[in-house]
Each structure stands twice: as structure tokens, then as C-alpha cells.
């Protein structure tokens, strides 16, 4: 069946160091990929997204990296700052489908130490 | 700001009680998502409006779980004879469109409201 999953539930790091949370897709079919912040007490916010046709993809502080290969998506920080911390979500959905409902992972708890 | 509004922020009920979540996304934003979130657990989608078509219903776990959205904005999440398992987060999204320009390759973006908390005792 689909199903995302995250490798690893909490990544604790430094302040200043980089950080790097995996996610594991299962749905071929899938050809978007979205990453997302969720904040104590708050609703998911868009961070970056990846299509299919690319292996990665880069905006401000973070990069994204698809491995269509071994269905692995990636989420890179750099120069984690106490702001990153958060629960971060994978999520994956159908570019076709007629409702392009995400398909979330468990999420990720980032700690960032000072 | 604009972004997506829902209300209560947090509700509390007894067992078999029914409840309503409301939502109000993003004016302008034709598409609607529900999702649900329980403790340490990733989103679970529950249903999709878009426009004047029929919802995707496909993620209401149980018949006692319905939506409506009037008006093309304004959706109600009902959940009737609560059960404890019910006890989430329930979170609102919309998106201007479902489909994106094709340009950019970017999906349209689902803005996300900060959530109803139930807790079902």
C-alpha cells in the first residue's frame, strides 16, 4: 500500500551545524514531493517541494534531494539555527490525480542545541 | 493576515457527543482539504472539496465523519457519537486551484490553518 516513512523520529544537532532528515516513499506513482515545518501549536508550512523530473532542488538554507532509484527523498539545513526546530513532514502526491491529496510521513522532531 | 482561520482551537467532549470544526480558508482558494492528525502520527487525509464538485470522501475513516462546504468557501467538519479514538488534531487546508500552471511545475501550494485540537473523553 502507500505509505511514507521517516528514517530517523528526532534529530537533535548544534546550532551552526548542518542537518539532514530522510524520508522513505513507497508509492512509485508518486511524482511530488513536498517537505514541511510544523511548529508547536501550529499548522504545516511549506518548505520546498521537488518534482519527479528532478534530483534536486535548492532554496533558501535548504536543499532537497530525490533518489527515484531507491525511493528516498532527502531535507538538508544548513547552518541549523534554534528557529529550525520543529517536526518536519515528508509528504508525497500523484501530479495527475484528480485531488492531489498528500500522503504524509510521521514526521521528524529537529532539536537544535545552542 | 489572510491565511486559513479555523474554529474552536481546542474542543472538548464527551463520548458519543457529536462535534463540529469549522474552517475558513484563504478567500479566493477553490480547493479544501481536511486532515487529520493524532499524536505522533503524520497527517492522515480525510476529504477534498474543489469547486462545485462532488468531495473526495475517500479518507472519512467512519460514515460518522462528514463534511460540507457552503457557498464555495466556509466547510464544516461533523463528527457525530465521538469516540475517543477520534481525539486529534484536525487541520484545514486550501489551495487556489488543484492543478498547477504547468510552468513552474510547482503544485499548487496547501496553506494550512493552525488546527482544531479534539480531545473526546
Known amino acids: 500500500g502507500e505509505s511514507v516513512g521517516l528514517h530517523l523520529p528526532t534529530l537533535s544537532v548544534q546550532e551552526g551545524d548542518n542537518s539532514i532528515i530522510n524520508c522513505a516513499y513507497s508509492?512509485?506513482?508518486?511524482?511530488?514531493f513536498i517537505w514541511y515545518k510544523q511548529e508547536s501549536g501550529k499548522g504545516p508550512q511549506f518548505i520546498i517541494d521537488?518534482?519527479?523530473?528532478?534530483d534536486k532542488r535548492q532554496g533558501q538554507r535548504v536543499t532537497v534531494l530525490l533518489n527515484k532509484t531507491v525511493k528516498h527523498l532527502s531535507l538538508q539545513i544548513a547552518a541549523t539555527q534554534p528557529g529550525d526546530s520543529a517536526v518536519y513532514f515528508c509528504?508525497?502526491?500523484?501530479?495527475?490525480?484528480?485531488?492531489?491529496?498528500?500522503?504524509f510521513g510521521t514526521g521528524t522532531l529537529l532539536a537544535v542545541q545552542p | 493576515g489572510a491565511g486559513v482561520s479555523q474554529s474552536p482551537s481546542n474542543k472538548v467532549t464527551e463520548k458519543g457527543k457529536d462535534v463540529e470544526l469549522r474552517c475558513d480558508p484563504i478567500?479566493?482558494?477553490?480547493?479544501l482539504y481536511w486532515y487529520r492528525q493524532s499524536l505522533g502520527q503524520g497527517l492522515e487525509f480525510l476529504i477534498y472539496?474543489?469547486?462545485?464538485?462532488?468531495?473526495?470522501k475517500s479518507g472519512l475513516p467512519s460514515d460518522r465523519f462528514s463534511a460540507e462546504r457552503t457557498g464555495g468557501s466556509v466547510s464544516t467538519l461533523t463528527i457525530q457519537r465521538t469516540q475517543q479514538e477520534d481525539s486529534a488534531v484536525y487541520l484545514c487546508?486550501?489551495?487556489?486551484?488543484?492543478?498547477?500552471?504547468?510552468?513552474?511545475?510547482?503544485?499548487?501550494?496547501?496553506?494550512f490553518g493552525p488546527g482544531t485540537r479534539l480531545t473526546v473523553l
Open positions: 472539496f474543489q469547486g462545485n464538485s462532488a468531495p473526495d
Open positions: 487546508a486550501s489551495s487556489l486551484i488543484h492543478m498547477t500552471s504547468g510552468v513552474s511545475g510547482r503544485l499548487d501550494e496547501q496553506f
Open positions: 509528504a508525497e502526491t500523484f501530479y495527475g490525480g484528480a485531488t492531489n491529496k498528500l500522503i
Open positions: 521537488i518534482r519527479s523530473n528532478m
Open positions: 508509492n512509485s506513482a508518486s511524482d511530488y
Open positions: 478567500s479566493g482558494h477553490t480547493a
